[in-house]
């Protein structure tokens, strides 16, 4: 009886998994499997862009110089927006070859998505900090994110009295993580008592900077840098301090949801001949949003308010502080995204009888993205 019953219940087991497998086999609600990257890389992009990314020197189609997606000094700093961008609409979005066709149509945005993400494998070194990090630069808080770049930088007085402030800054990368970073500063302005119009060269400065953490998940970034700034400018004429600064600092920047951002920059500013300069502590820190024109694909506006905060420690006397708020937009002019124009305003919210609102404006050339005359 014992043995009828275990069989009876072997045979009752044997059909309620056949009728499972019957059940498993009828076609139940359709699930999207996620894309493979890896099979849509090879299959539509490895003819070019070749099996391993590199563009295949020497077994190229066209004559014409291709990404290495293996390279990670490249491949890290340019955002997933931008590849996404090349991806659905083909080449010309971005001022690159047509010959990069458009896949929009034909690999929907998770085929593309899925081939980007095995794209990003070619890089195996995870010390470079990713592109979506390099957020857009502020007028006064220095971003976190090391950068190839050259900008012109205008401060201007927003009252009659001329007083113009004009700046160029030169950015490179060395390594992974680190920047160095030159600045030669100019300035113009009337001469009161007297009259006439002085200017020149004011204090050079030469910084580095080196990435302490970063990561895309987390999205957000930490560094510290430090400039060195000498007295190059006639300390008379006002150009420049009269002894050599020490301004060491923390750069950090956060990414929220739907590209918005938050960039801190924490200063302090040390003059070797206390005689001649106060300590100085400054605080910086931008607040913005990005939008793009044409679907997320065009010209990019970010506005951004922006505020600092500066405590003077005198040797004698005591201490100040000072508070401006600095409005401003920032936009991309080229189709590369490689040239970008900011301009704002700094209001004072302190001392407001003896320190002017100014104009600030910026251009900025990411270099290594092209020449100043290519990708429009
Ligand atoms: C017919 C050849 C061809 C195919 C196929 C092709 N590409 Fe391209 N791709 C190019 C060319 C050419 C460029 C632009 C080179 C230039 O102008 O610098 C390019 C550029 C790119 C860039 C921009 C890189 C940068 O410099 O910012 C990305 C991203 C890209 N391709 C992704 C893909 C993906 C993903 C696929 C497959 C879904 C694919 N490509 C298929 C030819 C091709």
Redesign the pocket.
């Known amino acids: 009886m014992a043995i009828a019953s275990k069989r009876g219940s072997a045979a009752a087991a044997a059909v309620l998994l056949a009728v499972a497998r019957l059940h498993a086999a009828e076609p139940t609600a359709p699930q999207d499997p996620a894309p493979d990257g890896e099979r849509?890389?090879q299959t539509?992009?490895?003819?070019?862009?070749g099996r391993d990314g590199t563009g295949e020197p020497g077994k190229r189609?066209?004559s014409?110089?291709?990404?290495d997606?293996a390279d990670c000094s490249?491949v890290t700093r340019?955002p997933d927006a931008?590849?996404?961008a090349?991806?659905h609409e083909g080449?010309l979005v971005?001022a690159?070859?047509p010959?990069?066709?458009a896949?929009g149509q034909?690999?929907g945005e998770d085929?593309?998505r899925a081939?980007?993400a095995y794209?990003r494998l070619f890089c195996t070194d995870t010390r470079w900090p990713r592109g979506e990090l390099n957020l857009p630069r502020a007028q006064f808080t220095e971003k976190a994110y090391p950068e190839d770049e050259a900008a012109i930088t205008v401060d201007a007085n927003a009252n009659r009295e001329r007083d113009v402030r004009v700046k160029l800054l030169y950015e490179k990368r060395i390594g992974p993580k680190s920047q160095i970073e030159l600045g030669l500063p100019f300035r113009a302005r009337d001469q009161s008592p007297a009259g006439g119009t002085s200017g020149g060269v004011g204090d050079v400065s030469v910084g580095v900077k080196h990435v302490l953490t970063h990561s895309l998940e987390r999205g957000n970034i930490l560094s510290a840098g430090a400039e060195v700034v000498f007295p190059s400018g006639d300390e008379d004429d006002g150009l420049g301090k009269g002894t050599t600064v020490f301004e060491p600092y923390l750069a950090a920047a956060q990414i929220f949801a739907g590209d918005g951002f938050l960039q801190v920059q924490l200063l302090g500013e040390i003059p070797v001949d206390r005689d001649r300069a106060d300590v100085e502590v400054q605080g910086r820190a931008a607040l913005g949003w990005s939008f793009a024109q044409d679907s997320g694909f065009g010209r990019v506006f970010t506005p951004m308010i922006e505020f600092i905060g500066t405590g003077g420690l005198p040797r004698a006397g005591a201490n100040t502080f000072d508070a401006d708020l600095v409005p401003q937009l920032q936009m991309t002019l080229s189709r590369r995204q490689h040239l970008m124009l900011s301009a704002g305003v700094r209001i004072p919210l302190t001392r407001t009888g003896s320190r002017p609102t100014r104009v600030v404006a910026y251009l900025l050339w990411d270099w290594f993205?092209g020449g100043l005359f290519e990708g429009w």
């Open positions: 849509i890389y539509n992009c490895a003819t070019c862009h189609l066209y014409i110089e291709m990404p997606f490249f340019e931008d590849f996404f090349v991806a080449g971005r690159f070859s010959i990069m066709p896949y034909v690999l085929g593309i081939a980007l794209l993205d």
